[in-house]
């Protein structure tokens, strides 16, 4: 049973009234007329109700005591946040002189909602539009700044409480010259290094804000501040144990004391809430006006939260007092992510080694969803351009540095903003005769709109979506079926948009991160962390295309280091390429050049447990290492012919130590193999002179390697399939080439794939191609037209296929082609799509990620 708090005097009006007129029947026998029109009987009601009320007092001690036991463990209340904008100041026309906004600007809308103040937007920073400019930026609070107000002044006792005149203090912002205490200091008692203001013609040090005087052996000129309250309270003292555990006889104070007749002057800002998020082009009034000069806003102000409510810091209280003010819980970091700024909604902690192969140990990342306006008939305006929009730097780096100084020893913490993806229900429906259809759809519409959201909406009793949990047909069906006046869902398919649906030119495995693929579709990179059912876009190059992906491979004894590392080139103009490196799987990207020069082919190698690049191109072999700053550095393949381009590059580590790097050169020249890892002067012909290769790629067969050339085909021609060459330790190869052509009409190779002893083969034109090279006459096996699944571009033909890959350590296949990518779970026997638009069962999304609704659309009959 529940633990209630008991009436410590239950009685009621009505039982004190019939009390006193049980005593009256009793002791006063004369007094016989009780109705209430009584003389008596009314002075009697109105003791019984004054009494009633002092009951009532009497039962509220328990919530007073439980308010009290929460400030005695330093719970308060959290003070209102400041929305922060970014002003846009303009002249109109360029000024010979630079032109000077002076620190603490007011700017202010042109219209307030009737009976309010316009919300007053204060500049943090100087700015100056320089001479021949017309405009420049500044970041501005919701606030107003109060400078060098006098508190009091010292006395030299512990335990001293002052007031600001302007209460509540906003919450600490990015600057952190929100809230600046002074004592005034003499010059024989300041340390020259200290922070201190001057005012007038005196120096007052600047004292340190602290959430308690629990450690001050650091710096001892600290105070508590209750922002909400406006408070400021210097350090107590208390009776200290001496190096025998017995109590000292005098008190001692917990830091330092402002000394007697010492004036307190106080420099903070005050104000914030949620009404200071104003929409973007608001804020266009100066209140201190500069001549010539106008002002915008051309984003949104945000972060703007109004102070919390008692009842919420009550249901707060026991929270904080697990915590203890550190963070050691998923759930520690998510509360203060939350807490210490307003411009946060949501946030999600959670150890990064439980999704990425490539984590170091002990890293948590802390994903952020930002505080975004929109009332309950605006939801449809959230979406990924909005959220991402008040994604603000200051606030992450803010979060950031809170957390640092809360986290465990030997925990590495990362805060970044949150990924969304959008998804879009389309819907048929059948309702009742009697309902109006566009009342049903307004209804169904808002269901849907609250309930695929990623913001925690203030005034809706809906949970917001939560974080990486897939959409399921269920879900929808549960959204729309909870509008009475729906009889039933007659169709429904769920709508993406990002997807890799149009010519995907290459794809690629993650050799270390289980289940994930890279593909590449014109200026866009998508990644899936299942196997395809779910695609995400991690990077888009405006005006790029892109060309390869490669991720580093598995079999070098130090590829476990380079896990999450990614290369990526495109092709930015005619013979103008350009390479992208990242090294977590594609959630950011380090390292972006040009190179004046067509990129045909990259392969990664380990030289000494350090990654380089390899890039087959158009003027020569080179190699690229992950320094910051690092140039190409050419590979000399063959010495009589020093600037000759190569189509193809492909590397094999982890046999007898050796590193073999091969390349097939232009004019068809044939294949270069060097078993030095790929260093100038190493490489030496070893055939297929004449032929025109297309693609080379390394096959793993037990402890045995094996590299494939496939060979491209012109015009009609049936082509020849594909060679292959045993290495060996020697890096001779007896038997040399050996063809692989049986029952190869397909035309030229695109690219090849590999699944223990089964080759597979992208051609131009029967799909994928199936081999297995265990056999002693093998050849390939053309799969079925109208049943294997991929896609045709006629009748009986199936479209050219112009990339294959093979997951490590599963047998999925992915092919990629001009309508997107299919996937294959039987080792390339039958395929199906996987990047298509619409969905009737499921939308997965990474765990790192949220949901938000695209348009709904709605059909109704009745």
């Not at 998510?334 to 990425?356: D, H, K, M, P, Y």
Request: aromatic share 8%; hydrophobic share 40%.
């Amino acid at each position: 049973m529940p633990m209630q708090s008991p009436n410590l005097d239950d009685r009621t009006f009505k039982d004190l009234v019939e009390a006193a007129k049980l005593r009256i029947r009793q002791h006063c026998p004369e007094w016989n007329d009780l109705s209430p029109g009584d003389p008596g009987i009314v002075l009697l009601e109105a003791f019984a109700f004054l009494t009633e009320t002092m009951l009532f007092r009497l039962n509220r001690i328990p919530e007073k005591a439980y308010i009290e036991f929460l400030k005695l463990i330093g719970v308060r209340l959290t003070p209102p946040s400041a929305a922060q904008v970014t002003l846009i100041f303009s002249l109109g026309k360029p000024q010979p002189q630079a032109v000077e906004i002076p620190l603490k600007t007011r700017v202010m809308t042109a219209n307030s909602p009737s009976g309010t103040d316009a919300p007053v937007f204060t500049l943090t920073e100087a700015v100056t539009i320089p001479a021949g400019e017309t405009t420049a930026q500044a970041r501005a609070y919701h606030c107003n700044q109060v400078d060098a107000e006098l508190l009091g002044a010292g006395t030299g006792l512990p335990g001293l409480t002052l007031a600001v005149k302007h209460a509540p203090i906003i919450s600490p912002t990015s600057d952190k010259l929100d809230l600046i205490v002074g004592v005034e200091t003499t010059p024989d008692t300041f340390e020259g290094h200290a922070a201190a203001v001057r005012h007038l013609d005196k120096t007052y040090r600047v004292w340190a804000e602290v959430e308690n005087f629990s450690d001050c052996s650091n710096n001892p000129f600290v105070y508590i501040a209750d922002r909400q309250a406006g408070t400021i309270t210097f350090a107590p003292a208390v009776h200290r144990k001496d190096g025998s555990g017995l109590m000292k006889p005098a008190p001692e104070a917990l830091a330092a004391i402002p000394p007697a007749g010492q004036e307190i002057r106080v420099w903070y800002r005050y104000g914030g809430g949620s009404k200071g998020n104003v929409s973007e082009n608001l804020l266009t009034v100066l209140k201190d006006p500069i001549t010539g000069v106008s002002v915008t806003n051309p984003e949104p102000a945000t972060g703007g939260r109004d102070q919390e409510s008692l009842q919420n810091a009550l249901t707060r209280g026991p929270q904080e007092l697990h915590s203890l003010s550190r963070a050691v819980t998923a759930r520690d970091f998510e509360l203060i992510a939350t807490q210490c700024s307003g411009a946060v909604n949501r946030a999600r902690a959670f150890t990064q080694a439980q999704l990425w192969a490539h984590a170091t140990p002990g890293t948590v990342e802390i994903t952020l969803v930002p505080e975004i306006n929109a009332g309950a008939g605006q939801l449809h305006s959230i979406t990924a351009d909005s959220l991402q929009s008040h994604h603000i730097e200051a606030v992450r780096k803010q979060i950031q540095a809170v957390l640092d100084s809360r986290k465990p020893l030997g925990t590495h913490c990362i805060v970044n903003w949150m990924n969304y993806k959008k998804v879009s229900i389309k819907a048929k429906i059948t309702i009742h005769r009697e309902e109006q259809a566009a009342q049903v759809r307004q209804r169904v519409l808002h269901e849907l709109y609250s309930s695929i959201c990623p913001v925690k909406l203030p005034t809706g009793t809906k949970a917001p979506w939560p974080f990486g949990q897939s959409l399921k047909a269920w879900d929808v069906y549960k959204i729309i079926g909870s509008e009475p006046a729906v009889l039933s869902v007659d169709t429904m398919q769920m709508i993406i948009d990002d997807v890799p649906d149009t010519r995907i030119v290459d794809i690629c495995a993650d050799a270390f991160q289980p289940h994930a693929w890279y593909s590449g579709c014109d200026e866009r990179v998508f990644r899936s962390i299942n196997d395809g059912y779910g695609w995400e876009l991690i990077a888009r190059f405006e005006g790029e295309t892109v060309e390869r992906i490669q991720s580093f491979p598995i079999e070098s004894c130090h590829s476990i280091r380079h896990a999450g590392l990614l290369a990526v080139t495109t092709r930015v103009s005619s013979h103008i390429s350009s390479v992208k490196i990242s090294r977590d799987c594609g959630q950011t990207w380090i390292a972006a050049q040009q190179f004046q020069f067509n990129i045909d082919d990259i392969a990664w190698v380990d030289r000494d447990g350090f990654p380089y690049l390899i890039l087959a191109s158009e003027k020569g072999l080179y190699e690229l290492s992950l320094q910051q700053k690092a140039v190409p550095v050419q590979i000399l393949v063959d010495a009589k012919l020093p600037e000759h381009g190569f189509r193809a590059v492909t590397v094999s580590s982890a046999l007898g130590g050796r590193t073999f790097v091969a390349a097939a050169g232009y004019e068809n020249k044939g294949v270069y193999l060097s078993s030095e890892g790929g260093k100038s002067g190493s490489f030496q012909n070893i055939g297929l002179a004449g032929e025109l290769i297309e693609v080379l790629s390394v096959q793993h067969k037990g402890p045995h390697r094996y590299l494939w050339a496939g060979i491209a085909a012109p015009g009609s021609d049936q082509g020849k399939g594909c060679f292959r060459w045993a290495f060996s330790e020697s890096a001779v190869n007896p038997e040399g080439w050996k063809a692989y052509s049986r029952n190869w009409s397909a035309g030229g190779c695109r690219s090849l794939a590999f699944q223990g002893a089964f080759v597979l083969a992208a051609s131009y034109r029967l799909g994928v191609l199936r081999l297995n090279s265990d056999l002693h006459n093998p050849e390939w096996e053309t799969l079925s037209a109208s049943e294997c699944g991929l896609p045709l571009r006629d009748v009986g033909k199936l479209e050219t296929i112009d990339t294959v890959a093979g997951a490590v350590s599963s047998n999925v296949i992915m092919a990629g082609s001009l309508l997107g990518a299919y996937r294959s779970l039987d080792s390339g026997l039958h395929y199906a799509k996987c990047s298509q638009h619409e969905f009737s069962d499921e939308v997965r999304i990474p765990p790192n990620w949220l949901f938000y609704s695209g348009t709904h659309e709605i059909e109704i009959s009745s």
